[in-house]
């Protein structure tokens, strides 16, 4: 697989948009509750669900690589790692209202992944929360990992 970088505009309608795989089954309606809210993710099986500082659009970087990438945990506000499996060999990111067949699909190995999800400048916005300068990034590379690991957690 060669190592692949995108960017792309969400709508994070509902403070939220998703990254997961081309045919999930995971119901969105299920993910949320007081601790995925307050972490800022939640996951499924074939699904990882991203809280968002602005119900805006938002910028996010999408990495796939063969292998770990390397660890610029500094340059982040919150740092969090979890499984994501991709069998179809597709992997899409769509806001929580928008549709998922209208994504753009990326191809990679079908199989199971690490996803390290990013947040930047969460608290750069402006006073009424519509505009930021927060950032986010989502890594994928193969390999599996239990749970979910806060790496880095933001400051309250």
């Not at 063969?66 to 660890?71: M, N, Y």
């Amino acid at each position: 697989m060669k190592d692949q970088q995108h960017s792309l505009d969400l709508f994070a309608d509902y403070f939220q948009f998703y990254v997961c795989d081309g045919d999930f089954q995971t119901d969105t309606g299920t993910l949320w509750d007081d601790a995925t809210t307050d972490r800022m993710l939640a996951v499924g099986p074939d699904l990882i669900a991203i809280g968002t500082a602005r119900n805006m659009d938002v910028p996010l970087t999408l990495e796939v690589s063969d292998s770990e990438p390397v660890s610029d945990i500094s340059e982040w506000d919150q740092v969090i790692e979890c499984a994501l499996a991709l069998p179809s060999g597709t992997v899409i990111a769509f806001g929580c209202t928008e549709v998922p067949d209208d994504a753009e699909r990326f191809q990679v190995d079908p199989g199971s992944y690490l996803a390290r999800v990013s947040y930047g400048n969460l608290a750069d916005l402006s006073d009424d929360g519509l505009e930021g300068n927060d950032r986010y990034r989502v890594q994928l590379w193969p390999g599996k990992v239990d749970g979910v690991i806060v790496v880095k957690r933001r400051l309250a």
